[in-house]
């Protein structure tokens, strides 16, 4: 398990009509941001309980929320030391609480219940503790991001695109046949530890594009309902 950090973390949705504006800000900016890591696929398996309670939190805002997910990298189907990550959120402070363990969708048929109860069983008793009633598999979202960093290492930049998700709610077996696009749009996010906030606050002043409250799992819900 990871010691979770607090941060802040803002998110900026950007029609792709403006993102030449919204990179070229980023490039000039006196921060001096720069490529840290090389691109590469996010995939996140999003849990919740049999009532959405944690797609309810999300979409009211309330002050303290969780999102329940796991996540690996590149490969959608071959998974490679996947996570299961929950992410807590208080008074506009978030934080990541992380354990890695095993979850492959080929030793288990692509069983929903199979593949999740492996995955339980692989877990230390704490993380098995804090994942609870949320074992109902919801979506999996899928993206592409990059990433970016200031030359002071005191933010970090991701800009998300091709962003689709798979519905899991109805079935049985994993779905990764029938992917629906979140939208023709890219997602800023800018996020930097507790202490470096005013930091922040300053480079999203100068933004040419204003913050906005986003939620991939909650925009995947949503766009799954009304397809």
Same mark, same amino acid.
């Given at each position: 398990? $990871?010691?979770p950090s607090r941060r802040f973390e803002v998110k900026i949705p950007i029609?792709?009509?403006?993102?030449? #504006?919204?990179?070229?800000?980023?490039?000039?900016?006196?921060?001096?941001?720069?490529?840290?890591?090389?691109?590469?696929?996010?995939?996140?398996?999003?849990?919740?309980?049999?009532?959405?309670?944690? !797609?309810?939190?999300?979409?009211?805002?309330?002050?303290?929320?969780?999102?329940?997910?796991?996540?690996? !990298?590149?490969?959608?189907?071959?998974?490679?030391?996947?996570?299961?990550?929950?992410?807590?959120?208080?008074?506009?402070?978030? !934080?990541?609480? $992380?354990?890695?363990?095993?979850?492959?969708?080929?030793?288990?048929?692509?069983?929903?219940?199979?593949?999740?109860?492996?995955a339980y069983r692989s877990l230390p008793h704490r993380g098995q503790i804090?994942?609870g009633n949320e074992q109902m598999p919801v979506l999996i979202c899928r993206?592409?991001?990059? !990433?970016?960093?200031? #030359?002071?290492?005191?933010?970090?930049? #991701?800009?998300?695109?091709?962003?689709?998700?798979?519905?899991?709610?109805?079935?049985?077996?994993?779905?990764?046949?029938?992917?629906?696009?979140?939208?023709?749009?890219?997602?800023?996010?800018?996020? $930097?530890?507790?202490?470096?906030?005013?930091?922040?606050?300053?480079?999203?002043? #100068?933004?040419?594009?204003?913050?906005?409250?986003?939620?991939?799992?909650?925009?995947?819900?949503?766009?799954? $309902?009304?397809?």
């Amino acid at each position: 398990m $990871t010691q979770p950090s607090r941060r802040f973390e803002v998110k900026i949705p950007i029609p792709l009509n403006r993102l030449h #504006t919204v990179q070229a800000w980023l490039n000039s900016h006196a921060l001096g941001f720069e490529k840290c890591y090389p691109d590469r696929f996010v995939n996140s398996l999003y849990l919740d309980d049999a009532h959405l309670e944690r !797609y309810e939190e999300n979409l009211s805002g309330i002050s303290f929320r969780k999102k329940v997910r796991i996540r690996w !990298y590149d490969d959608l189907a071959d998974v490679h030391n996947a996570k299961l990550e929950f992410k807590l959120r208080e008074a506009g402070k978030g !934080y990541k609480v $992380t354990f890695g363990l095993d979850f492959d969708f080929n030793k288990n048929r692509a069983q929903w219940p199979s593949i999740l109860r492996y995955a339980y069983r692989s877990l230390p008793h704490r993380g098995q503790i804090l994942w609870g009633n949320e074992q109902m598999p919801v979506l999996i979202c899928r993206y592409q991001r990059q !990433y970016f960093e200031s #030359t002071c290492r005191r933010i970090r930049a #991701t800009f998300d695109q091709d962003m689709h998700v798979y519905d899991q709610r109805y079935h049985a077996k994993l779905n990764l046949h029938k992917q629906v696009s979140l939208g023709a749009y890219v997602l800023l996010e800018l996020k $930097t530890d507790e202490q470096y906030e005013p930091d922040l606050a300053a480079l999203i002043a #100068t933004c040419p594009l204003r913050p906005s409250r986003h939620s991939k799992y909650v925009n995947g819900i949503r766009m799954l $309902t009304w397809y």
